[in-house]
């Protein structure tokens, strides 16, 4: 009888720690999926930042507006048509972001670095646009320029 006990405990005990860690590695496999998945989101919208970045750069660069750093003319259009709703989509896009990290975090009840390190990243990226942005129209307005002003053919020609 003893025998039969011991028995039955190793296989429950086999049992209950085979639960365990398939509980553990199953907790372990939702937060790579998650991460990873996060990861997948966020590259897209690092991109989008990226180039509503060079488009900030670009839309506040003098030279852009003249036609004289070789631009290509439908460059310069795209950007006086779409600059600001491709701000505003990105807003968004960081918005949604954040709270699909938010989201995570509740439920996984834990923080995952790679999240926060991507909302983070994110937030600070759309705030270094908004940085160059203010920046240039603050020095506009200092030279006494209209806040969103930029040059044209005739403005250099009648400056010199």
């Known amino acids: 009888m003893k025998n039969l006990k011991s028995k039955i405990e190793e296989v429950l005990e ?10 553990i590695l199953g907790k372990c496999h939702r937060i790579l999926l998650n991460t990873t998945l996060s990861l997948l989101l966020f590259l ?37 048509i779409f600059y600001y709703p491709y701000l505003v989509t990105n807003l968004i896009l960081v918005i949604l972001f954040s709270i699909i990290v938010v989201l995570m975090l509740l439920k996984l009840k834990q923080a995952v670095k790679p999240l926060v390190a991507c ?29 969103h002003w930029h040059p044209s053919k005739d403005y250099i020609v009648m400056r010199k």
Do not use: C
């Not at 086999?14 to 509980?23: A, E, L, T, V, W």
């Not at 004289?68 to 950007?79: A, D, E, K, M, T």
């Open 14 to 23: 086999g049992y209950i720690s085979k639960i365990s860690q398939n509980r």
């Open 44 to 80: 897209p919208l690092f991109i989008s930042l990226f180039i509503n970045y060079y488009l900030t750069v670009l839309k506040e660069t003098p030279l852009f507006w003249l036609n004289v750093g070789g631009y290509p003319i439908w460059l310069r259009h795209f950007v006086d």
């Open 119 to 147: 909302l983070s990243l994110s937030w600070l990226f759309y705030g270094l646009i908004l940085f160059q942005m203010t920046a240039n129209n603050l020095d506009n307005v200092a030279k006494g320029n209209p806040v």
